[in-house]
């Protein structure tokens, strides 16, 4: 079956970086756009990022150039970089095919 395996949140002061990965198995990963959602406590889950099996990137207005979306199809990797991160961007974030979901990673933006 599909898996998806979100690493690389964390806790950062405001205006500093991180990147997300999510390494996918079970599937043929070159073909699938895959996505980057968001959740925040209290809020509904909400898009941030995808990239198509082409490469073609797109963002939410909030995160849009902020975040860069990527992937490495060798490694059935989608990356998502995030700079310039804001307190307004704490949320678990979650790694998705819009068929089938990671377990999600926390990222908090706290001083």
């Known amino acids: 079956q599909v898996q998806l395996v979100e690493s690389g949140g964390g806790l950062v002061q405001p205006g500093g970086s991180l990147r997300l990965s999510c390494e996918a198995s079970?599937?043929?990963?070159?073909?699938?756009?895959m996505g980057w959602y968001r959740q925040a406590p209290g809020k509904p889950r909400e898009f941030v990022a995808r990239?198509?099996?082409?490469?073609?990137?797109s963002y939410a207005d909030s995160v849009n150039g902020r975040f860069t979306i990527s992937r490495d199809n060798a490694k059935n990797t989608v990356y998502l970089q995030m700079n310039g991160l804001k307190p307004e961007d704490t949320a678990v974030y979650y790694c998705?095919?819009?068929?089938?979901w990671g377990q999600g990673t926390q990222v908090t933006v706290s001083s």
């Open positions: 998705t095919t819009n068929n089938d």
């Open positions: 079970g599937l043929i990963f070159s073909i699938y756009t």
């Open positions: 990239i198509s099996s082409s490469g073609r990137p």
